[in-house]
């Protein structure tokens, strides 16, 4: 099973600054790699599918890059409904797989 | 557009079988070329796919869940259904249903849409 193994574990930042969040795959994924926002008590929120696009409805605040084993989320500016947990989710390998969050808070 | 729904009981006892439904609305789970998944997140952990079923009824289990899983579906009512047997304290999790699409195009094929979960909390 790939591992996702994402950092840091909590972000501290402030309204307006720019956020990168980071994901480590065990082996490579190729660019099968997405991301989803998840806030108290929702689902999970599709972001970024294939490393780098954006699903319907994203901010373009929002970016991914990478490929193979290595991956970055950035949010540009930060806005206050941006604070939540992020998860990166891999589905290159059975089992698909989601790393174990990033918590950005205020 | 595809609404998912999770139902069933909140509360399951040690060693019994946890069962779940997924009641899909806005489209057909026995056509096209979609999975319907299972996925569960215990509280701040990230979440795990469990099983998944394809519109033409095939099936994959996660290796973790194999020996206890069964999913199914009932395309006549549009659910598909989870029953995890011999729980324990550990399978204590928010259960989720999602479609993702298998050989689309773009974000059809990541896990969109999820239904909104429902909390099963396994206890004596």
């Known amino acids: 099973e790939v591992v996702l193994t994402q950092s840091p574990a909590t972000l501290s930042l402030s309204p307006g600054e720019r956020a990168t969040l980071s994901c480590r795959a065990s082996?490579?994924?190729?660019?099968?790699l997405g991301w989803y926002q998840q806030k108290p008590g929702q689902p999970p929120r599709l972001l970024i599918y294939?490393?780098?696009n954006r699903a319907t409805g994203i901010p373009a605040r929002f970016s991914g890059s990478g490929s193979g084993t290595d991956f970055t989320l950035t949010i540009g500016s930060l806005e206050p409904e941006d604070f939540a947990v992020y998860y990166c989710?891999?589905?290159?390998?059975?089992?698909?797989?989601f790393g174990q969050g990033t918590k950005l808070e205020i | 557009q595809v609404q998912l729904q999770e139902s069933g009981p909140g509360l399951v006892r040690p060693s019994q079988t946890l069962s779940l439904t997924c009641t899909v609305s806005?489209?057909?789970?026995?056509?096209?070329?979609?999975?319907w998944n299972w996925i569960r997140q215990p509280a701040g952990k990230g979440p795990e796919l469990i099983g998944r079923?394809?519109?033409?009824?095939?099936?994959n289990y996660t290796p973790s869940f194999k020996s206890r899983l069964t999913i199914s579906m009932d395309t006549s009512k549009n659910q598909f259904f989870l029953k995890l047997n011999s729980v324990t304290a550990a399978d204590t999790a928010v259960y989720y249903c999602?479609?993702?699409?298998?050989?689309?195009?773009?974000?059809?094929?990541?896990?969109?849409?999820w239904g909104q979960g429902i909390l099963v909390t396994v206890s004596s």
């Open positions: 999602a479609r993702v699409g298998y050989g689309l195009s773009g974000s059809d094929n990541w896990f969109d849409p």
């Open positions: 806005g489209g057909s789970i026995g056509s096209g070329s979609y999975y």
């Open positions: 079923i394809y519109s033409s009824g095939s099936i």
């Open positions: 082996q490579s994924v190729s660019d099968y």
């Open positions: 294939d490393a780098s």
């Open positions: 989710h891999q589905r290159s390998k059975w089992p698909p797989s």
